[in-house]
């Protein structure tokens, strides 16, 4: 993304890197849904170079596949208007592991770009209706119920403290783990061992109740280990952290094998070092770092609720190598989700932070009406969850203000998000591709915004338009004491964050009028 936003002359490296080559976007559900403009505008790069485009995901609905390929059309389109020997034909492919829902097509773009898109969108909810078909017929792996914390609310009147709600959180979670130990623990010479995962969405509440679980004793034939994980830890403590976890949860094995886990010389040790112990618990405490990239295996997990995407790719590391361990329609679920989460219970945040916001889909003018999650994930979900609750493409009202479900939340914000910039004659999608390359959109649609906050707080839409006169601007960005009239109006400064124009009014003026050559 620096190619396209960032004013440096040497941008211009990782600009031409991007349309000489074909884009594959991993796990798209993983990146916020503000920054689906950004990676919007990305295809709309890589089209209008003629180049590829890879989406991969096992939960990427039909509705966000909609508004990327009418991207890749539109900037496919600005291709064809300067190679006049481009085809306007563009192919696609539908991919996965099963082989019969595996398909190709080819869209023309001689009715039209809406006709295609319609087209294709058509075809892409076909291909997700047979995958839910397909899904329907596979045997349950994973069922999800829920933790009840409603009770754990910090009251302002003093008769449930932080401390308290935090230790009875703590409380219920530890209870939960028993219950769920004794459910899915797997046995191996009169010894029985479990690895649970409990993911929350902010590392201070996953410290906060990890400390007050730490207190807690383990009962007389139980041990108990706890791992904190989290991407704040050193370098040094992540990458052991990060080793220890990718050969300890490495488990595949056949029905009939041993459980290669007791074969860890860590397991060993601890076996051995607690003689009078039959029952082992690994507890890895963590936050949303193991959502994504993490080939690990658990035997069960309690999750903070989030987002639908959360509530499908977190699950997918229970039992991910160990799929012939089915679940029957009476056996008990083997992922618990709290009731709320952590920020509907403490009222320190809740003036700043709402909950199901960052990560989440929450934000203003987009809300739900209650932070109940028994009320707003699909109740289907305590009978199986797999990916058909993101691949549905169940129509929404996407002009309202609150919502009852999350996942029509989720649906739309992408519709509002990306279908409305490309619907409307000022955004993007429309523009040349020569406007990709400002920081103009960046500072109306930016990328990482949480990151980026500081600095594009400094810039303000309207300064810079063209890739040539940002190029100018880094010039004089960083030689500010050789440029003498530029220095004594003040459009610059010497601080490295001199790339941004200072906002007022009269020095914009004096910027469009002097620089439109």
């Known amino acids: 993304m620096a190619g396209l936003v960032s004013p440096k002359a040497d941008a211009s490296k990782r600009l031409a890197r991007i349309i000489s ?17 950004g990676l919007a505008r990305l295809v709309f790069l890589t089209g209008a170079a003629g180049r590829r485009v890879l989406v991969s995901s096992a939960t990427v609905s039909a509705t966000l596949c909609r508004y990327l ?30 082989a019969e829902l595996c398909g190709f097509n080819t869209f023309t773009l001689a009715n039209g770009i809406d006709a295609a898109v319609e087209a294709y969108h058509s075809r892409q909810a076909t291909a997700c209706r047979k995958m839910i078909t397909h899904l329907r017929t596979r ?38 783990i028993n219950t769920l130990h004794d459910h899915f623990k797997v046995e191996n010479d009169g010894r029985f061992l479990s690895v649970g995962l409990i993911r929350f969405s902010q590392t201070r509440h996953a410290l906060q109740v990890f400390r007050r679980m730490l ?42 094998e041993a459980d290669p886990i007791w074969s860890a010389p860590e397991v060993k040790n601890l076996v051995r070092a607690c003689p009078g112990r039959t029952d082992f618990q690994l507890v890895i405490v963590s936050t949303p770092i193991e959502e994504v990239g993490r080939d690990h295996d658990f035997d069960w ?56 916001s960052g990560p989440g889909p929450v934000k203003p003018g987009f809300g739900l009406s209650t932070n109940d999650a028994r009320a707003i994930f699909p109740a289907e979900m305590k009978t199986v969850i797999d990916a058909r609750y993101a691949l549905d493409d169940v129509q929404v009202n996407h002009r309202q203000k609150k919502y009852d479900t999350i996942s029509a939340l989720e649906k739309s914000r992408v519709i509002n998000d990306i279908g409305e910039i490309s619907a409307g004659r000022n955004g993007p999608l429309l523009d040349t591709w020569l406007t990709h390359v400002s920081n103009f959109f960046e500072a109306k ?3 990482k915004a949480v990151l980026f906050k500081q600095a594009s707080s400094k810039f303000h839409a309207g300064d810079v338009v063209m890739m040539k006169i940002s190029t100018f601007l880094t010039k004089l960005t960083f030689f500010p004491k050789k440029n003498e009239k530029a220095r004594r109006l003040g459009l610059f400064t010497g601080a490295p964050e001199a790339r941004f124009l200072r906002p007022e009014t009269k020095r914009q003026e004096y910027f469009k009028k002097n620089l439109q050559t």
């Open 21 to 37: 080559s074909d884009l594959v976007i991993d796990e798209i559900d993983s990146f916020a849904i503000e920054d689906l403009r």
């Open 69 to 98: 390929f009418e991207s890749y059309l539109r900037g496919y389109d600005q291709y064809r208007r300067i190679a006049t020997e481009a085809s306007d034909t563009v192919h696609t492919a539908w991919l996965t592991h099963v």
């Open 445 to 447: 649609y930016p990328f």
């Open 215 to 256: 207190e807690k004793s383990d009962p007389s034939v139980t041990k108990r280990v706890y791992v904190f994980y989290q991407a704040k830890l050193t370098d040094t403590n992540l990458g052991k952290v990060e080793k220890l976890l990718n050969r300890l949860l490495k488990r595949k094995h056949g029905p009939d």
């Open 139 to 176: 045997p349950v792996v994973r069922k999800l119920d829920y933790l009840d914390i409603s009770d754990c609310e910090v009251k302002n009147d003093g008769s449930m403290p932080e401390e308290q709600a935090y230790l009875s959180v703590a409380d219920r979670i530890s209870a939960e």
């Open 301 to 356: 997990g309690i999750l903070e609720p989030t987002s639908i995407w959360s509530m499908l790719q977190t699950p997918g590391r229970i039992l991910r190598h160990r799929l012939h361990r089915t679940l029957e329609n009476t056996d008990p679920a083997n992922i618990v989700a709290l009731s709320h989460p952590m920020r509907a219970l403490f009222s320190s945040e809740k003036s700043r932070l709402r909950p199901y």
